[in-house]
């Protein structure tokens, strides 16, 4: 059975940080593509971040480089995303994502853990 847990989420002051992590069940991980999207009320779900399982290569979008890191943990077969110098628009829910190949395209993931409510305030 495929599952994936978000957590970390929650209230932050501009500035700040927040740590996401995302366990999935071994299947889901051991085989996939891991990625995070977020989706603010009234806007598209986009692309955050995404990380290779044969490389560990890792791809952003422009808005968080330099500021969000995405990692994964093989033992513990959970992918986090460390999210600094955090800003009021990056206020959203995100969700991560388990895919076959790294993608910024909804469409490209099977699997979607229920997401994490990240806010930001000045």
């Known amino acids: 059975q495929v599952q994936m847990v978000d957590s970390g989420g929650g209230l932050v002051q501009a500035g700040g940080s927040l740590r996401l992590s995302c366990a999935a069940s071994g299947r889901t991980y051991s085989r996939n593509d891991m990625a995070w999207f977020r989706q603010a009320t009234g806007k598209e779900r986009e692309f955050v971040a995404a990380?290779?399982?044969?490389?560990?290569?890792?791809f952003y979008t422009n808005s968080v480089k330099g500021r969000f890191t995405i990692s994964r943990d093989n033992t513990k077969s959970t992918v986090y995303l460390q999210m600094n110098s955090l800003k009021p628009e990056d206020t959203a829910v995100y969700y991560c994502a388990a895919g076959a190949l790294v993608t910024m395209k909804r469409d490209g993931y099977d699997y979607w853990g229920q997401g994490t409510q990240v806010t930001v305030s000045l």
């Open positions: 990380i290779s399982r044969e490389t560990g290569n890792t």
